[in-house]
């Protein structure tokens, strides 16, 4: 794999914790993003990075990756993950559903993690949303056997748009549970979910796993 790491490292050099992605380059090869073939989980769209770096704290022996475009956000979260100095997370600032698409090969990932994904509330905005049925192939197509898909919303209208495609496309089964590895590490697992709680708001969360 190509898949380059960052040349502008964070400046205590711990590790090459940033890699970004070329058109011509060839689809991803975990052993040679991470140096090891231990089972890789992603994230997508993980803002200040809690969740990702608990996991990573928490799970040594798994893989992680972080995808957030947002450069504010993937700078804080970057910033903590060097400072932490976790081995285990590689950081891609870049749109998550290219990356997923043109690079992750069928089967290859233990489990995504999507959690309060933009709810894009306006009608006329609806198409901007991460999930929708070609997205949701993908997740399916680069899920190994037996990977989970876990994610969160305060949103209702929109959680229910995600389990309607996912019923329709009747590729993952209903997980029933949170996944153990996420429910171990508690509650308020990422900064929205925080302040959503605080707020009081309702939050629904969605497990299926690749039978
Ligand atoms: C509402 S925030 C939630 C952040 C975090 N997951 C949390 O719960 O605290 C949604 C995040 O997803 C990121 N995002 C949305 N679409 C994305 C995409 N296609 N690729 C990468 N990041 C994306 C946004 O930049 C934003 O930071």
Redesign the pocket.
Known sequence: MTLSPEPSRASTGAQDVEFRIRENEDQARWDRLFDNEKPVEV??????G??LINSAMAYPEINYIG????LR?FRIMKERVVRRDLANVRLL???????VERFIPDGAVSAYH??????WPKKRHRKRR?FNTRFLEEIERTLAAGGTLDF?TDYVEYFEEIQSLLEASDRLDVLGEIPERVRELGRD???????YTAEGRAIHRGAYVKP
């Open positions: 994230e997508i769209g993980c803002g200040k809690r969740f995808i957030e475009r947002a956000y600032r870049d749109d998550a559903v290219y990356f999507i959690y309060f994904p933009d709810p991460l969160a697992l990422t900064n929205f979910e925080t302040k």
